[in-house]
């Protein structure tokens, strides 16, 4: 991501740059700080799109890459009628069959008993999330600055770069992969002080290497183990902080009522240079040591007695600068999240099973009011197919429901219109590097794009159209001629659910002919998109949801898909994937 955006900082002007790559929206719902407005549009004297022809490939429904994300929150037990922290956790990861994670609960006698209940990774010595009766607590990807590319300066000699101690060699590493019924290969790995180079990535200014946490061997450790011990919120914050992994937001709550937020994981400690593109560390090392856990922000009983987080930006000032961006989230999942939670004023693991559940399109509302302004009735007036696209996006189901025809509509008139616009603003990237050119736009770009469609300003409409009425009409025709040619039947039978339909293999199901379908998991229709609580897609979702008091397990929550094995005679095989997706 940095490589990408260092092909886009190096030609587009600094006003635009920085308008495209924000650090964050309105929709931002931090639980420290606040929602960030977007900047200004840059004038015409700055940037125009007025000779830029719009010969944007069409999207057809493919947006941002879903991010392998979680959502999790915890209440205080101010708010439950037992007193206790409710803490719910759904991590997001790809799909399978089997589940890739293992439902658990250990039970240790003697002098120091220890009972923990929770998810496991098969064949890892941890519980990875869930509750020891005492404490709770549960994990979402931070999406903090966790990684660095850096550019390398060439030695003085062949096979050598520089660095602040002078030129060194890379170690070479040779693989071999064997080839069935084929020559081998050799594969050439190339390793620097930092970490690997990137020999597949072209970028103009130089070779990249990556730095990365989990490259390092102080970047890991087993203090995970001691979080199932911890007896308190205080003392589970105080040992996140010391735990060595790829840093993550980690939510807990304890029988007392105490609940707590902090980064678990080694934060790098960075010098001045920016983090956000590729930097040459030949002179100053980038990373110079780690920070101290006295020194990691941490939320703790806060007056609301709330605390969430779904991988967008959880904090902001000196708090965002220690862990920085690392291509969080759009925060929409996350405001969803604290609107639900401040909806109630008691609440209990159904209600947070409630918000987990959540596919209501609020993020797409206002897209829908647009696009209707669109498609208004002189528009659609002499046109049928223009008139039955607005009636289905008029009349549709609020939500990412697999029967809403009108919520599939909205969603791609968006991402049409995203695609467009940011092919347009991205001509002079191209212009310099190629067509080719592998560029990204960031997951804060809607504040740009909400700005553009709604002020509309002259010099930001592509070559070609004489208003943007005319540039949005032009997206809804292109879904329109992709809907027909793609698909059978009338515009109103794509639903939803035609699209986001499970697609939950079992590794050995390709391989065996006739019968290995059945090893596969139903292909159901599936509820919920990326920019909700209910985060689902084909292959990817929630790959575990609960909701739990510690102390109070009997009466939590716990959902997985699949089930816990990949034998079809096991009458564990697809053991609670029925409810999961029910």
Same mark, same amino acid.
Do not use: C
């Given at each position: ?21 924000p ?6 719902a931090?639980i420290m ?8 549009i840059p004038?015409p004297?700055i940037?125009?799109?007025r000779?830029?022809?719009?010969? &944007?490939?069409?999207?057809?429904e ?8 979680s ?14 922290a ?8 790809g ?7 293992y439902?658990a ?6 002098p120091d ?5 929770g998810?496991?990774?098969p064949?890892?010595p941890?519980v ?10 549960g ?14 300066q ?26 069935r ?10 390793e ?11 970028y !103009?200014?130089g ?6 946490i ?16 911890a007896d ?6 105080d040992i ?6 790829? !840093?993550q ?5 304890d029988?007392m ?8 994981g080694s934060?790098?400690?960075? #010098? ?6 590729? &930097? ?7 990373w ?30 000196a ?9 969080y989230?759009l ?6 999240i @604290? ?5 109630r004023?008691?609440?209990d ?22 696009l ?18 607005r009636a289905l996006?008029?009349?549709w ?13 909205? @969603? ?8 467009r616009v940011?092919h347009a603003?991205?001509s ?12 990204r736009?960031?997951?804060q770009?809607?504040g740009?794009?909400?700005a ?32 027909d040619?793609?698909?059978?039947g009338?515009?109103?039978?794509r639903t ?6 499970a ?10 002919p006739?019968?290995g379908?059945?090893l596969?998991m139903?292909a159901?229709?599936?509820?919920g998109?990326?920019?909700? !609580?209910k ?13 739990v008091?510690p ?9 997985m !898909?699949?089930?816990q094995?990949a034998?079809p005679? #096991?009458?564990f095989?697809? @053991? ?5 997706v029910r």
């Amino acid at each position: 991501n940095e490589v990408r955006r260092g092909l886009a900082h190096s030609i587009l002007p600094a006003e635009v740059y920085g308008w495209m790559y924000p650090q964050g929206t309105p929709w931002d719902a931090p639980i420290m700080g606040e929602a960030r407005e977007p900047a200004a549009i840059p004038g015409p004297d700055i940037f125009s799109l007025r000779n830029v022809m719009d010969s &944007a490939s069409p999207v057809r429904e493919t947006g941002r890459y879903p991010l392998r994300g979680s959502n999790n929150w915890a209440v205080s037990g101010a708010l439950t009628a037992t007193g206790r922290a409710l803490v719910s956790n759904d991590m997001h990861l790809g799909h399978r069959n089997p589940n890739i994670w293992y439902q658990a609960r250990l039970l240790v006698a003697g002098p120091d008993p220890v009972e923990v209940a929770g998810v496991t990774l098969p064949g890892g010595p941890f519980v990875v999330s869930g509750t020891n009766t005492r404490v709770a607590w549960g994990y979402t990807n931070s999406y903090g600055d966790w990684v660095d590319a850096v550019l390398l300066q060439p030695g003085a000699r062949a096979g050598t770069y520089r660095t602040p101690e002078g030129d060194l060699e890379f170690d070479v590493h040779v693989e071999i992969i064997e080839v069935r019924d084929g020559e081998d290969v050799e594969y050439e790995v190339r390793e620097t002080i930092w970490g690997p180079v990137l020999d597949d990535i072209d970028y !103009p200014l130089g070779e990249v290497a990556v730095s990365w946490i989990a490259h390092k061997p102080e970047g890991i450790n087993f203090r995970l183990f001691d979080v199932e011990r911890a007896d308190t919120v205080f003392e589970a914050l105080d040992i996140a902080n010391t735990i060595a992994m790829p !840093p993550q937001n980690f939510v807990t709550g304890d029988a007392m009522g105490n609940i707590g937020w902090t980064i678990a994981g080694s934060i790098p400690r960075k #010098s001045s240079f920016d983090p956000m593109l590729p &930097a040459d560390w030949s002179e100053e090392h980038g990373w110079q040591g780690w920070y101290e856990p006295q020194e990691y922000p941490r939320v703790v009983n806060p007056d609301s007695g709330r605390i969430w987080t779904a991988n967008s930006r959880v904090v902001d000032g000196a708090a965002l600068e220690i862990i920085g961006d690392g291509g969080y989230d759009l925060g929409a999942r996350a405001r969803q999240i @604290r609107d639900g939670l401040f909806a109630r004023d008691v609440l209990d693991p159904e209600d947070m099973l409630a918000i987990q559940f959540d596919d209501r399109a609020i993020f797409l509302g206002p897209w829908r009011e647009l696009l209707l302004d669109v498609l208004d009735d002189a528009t659609v007036a002499d046109d049928p197919a223009l008139a039955e696209y607005r009636a289905l996006a008029e009349n549709w189901i609020p939500r990412a429901a697999p029967e809403s025809v009108g919520y599939r509509l909205v @969603r791609a008139f968006r991402l049409e219109v995203e695609n467009r616009v940011f092919h347009a603003l991205m001509s002079p990237v191209r212009a310099a590097y190629g067509e080719d050119v592998d560029l990204r736009l960031s997951n804060q770009f809607e504040g740009a794009l909400w700005a553009l469609v709604t002020e509309q300003p002259e010099h930001m409409l592509p070559a070609g159209y004489d208003s943007w009425q005319a540039f949005l009409l032009a997206a809804v025709r292109e879904n329109l001629r992709y809907f027909d040619e793609e698909f059978d039947g009338p515009l109103s039978a794509r639903t939803w659910g035609e699209r986001n339909t499970a697609s939950i293999r079992h590794p050995l199901s390709g391989s065996i002919p006739v019968i290995g379908e059945y090893l596969d998991m139903p292909a159901d229709p599936l509820k919920g998109d990326l920019d909700m !609580p209910k985060a689902q897609g084909p292959t990817f979702g929630a790959s575990q949801r609960y909701a739990v008091s510690p102390g109070d397990e009997k009466s939590g929550i716990m959902h997985m !898909p699949t089930g816990q094995t990949a034998h079809p005679l #096991s009458p564990f095989f697809g @053991r609670g994937h029925e409810d999961w997706v029910r």
